[in-house]
T-cell receptor, first 111, second 116 residues
Framework: DAKTTQPNSMESNEEEPVHLPCNHS???????IHWYRQLPSQGPEYVIH???SNVNNRMASLAIAEDRKSSTLILHRATLRDAAVYYC????????????FGKGTLLTVNP | GAGVSQSPRYKVAKRGQDVALRCDPI?????LFWYQQALGQGPEFLTY????????KSGLPSDRFFAERPEGSVSTLKIQRTQQEDSAVYLC??????????????FGEGSWLTVV
């Protein structure tokens, strides 16, 4: 499976934007980029995913580099409820259909 | 319910005991996954079902672990002769379509297993 690299932790202040980076230099042409987050004592929660173009939804935006070797999850206004571990995951589907989680980025949001 | 449901939420087992963990995926979801998450770690893949067919069981750590989904809906993860290293959260997830390629995967809240 192609690997992703994320910072171990990041801090943000409430109501400020947060940019969570992810490097995936070995991404293949068919790999989708997924972001999930996990709040304490809960299962992972889908945030957003994309293939080539930038994506927006009600939770976040995903900015994908032109060469697709990196991406950034953008939370436009962090809230205390956004404090979680954020996972950047590549998924290729087919017979190898699964999400392979790394260690993720622990996001702390300060009031 | 609208989400993936798992039971029991918490299970304490004596070492050597057999346990069974149940997953009710979202109705109509074709794909079903089991993951194991140790404390402080990211989830680790165990196995994948497409309907009733177990297409990938490469993540099952030993032959003490067995999963089934006989009618393509509810799934059970069974752990025989539990050992302390089996203590973890066991997460079930489901997805509407087979084969991935950008599908959203929905996770349950997990079954917390403690082996004493």
């Amino acid at each position: 499976d192609a690997k992703t690299t994320q910072p171990n932790s990041m801090e943000s202040n409430e109501e400020e934007p947060v940019h969570l980076p992810c490097n995936h230099s070995t991404i293949s042409g068919t790999d989708y980029i997924h972001w999930y987050r996990q709040l304490p004592s809960q299962g992972p929660e889908y945030v957003i995913h994309g293939l080539t173009s930038n994506v927006n939804n009600r939770m976040a935006s995903l900015a994908i580099a032109e060469d697709r070797k990196s991406s950034t999850l953008i939370l436009h206004r962090a809230t205390l409820r956004d404090a979680a571990v954020y996972y950047c995951i590549l998924e290729s589907g087919g017979s190898n259909y699964k999400l392979t989680f790394g260690k993720g980025t622990l996001l702390t949001v300060n009031p | 319910g609208a989400g993936v449901s798992q039971s029991p939420r918490y299970k304490v087992a004596k070492r050597g005991q057999d346990v069974a963990l149940r997953c009710d995926p979202i109705s109509g979801h074709v794909s079903l996954f089991w993951y194991q998450q140790a404390l402080g770690q990211g989830p680790e893949f165990l196995t994948y079902f497409q309907n009733e067919a177990q297409l990938d069981k490469s993540g099952l750590p030993s032959d003490r672990f067995f999963a089934e989904r006989p009618e393509g809906s509810v799934s059970t993860l069974k752990i025989q002769r539990t050992q302390q290293e089996d203590s973890a959260v066991y997460l079930c997830a489901s997805s509407l379509y087979p084969g991935g390629a950008g599908n959203t995967i929905y996770f349950g809240e997990g079954s917390w297993l403690t082996v004493v």
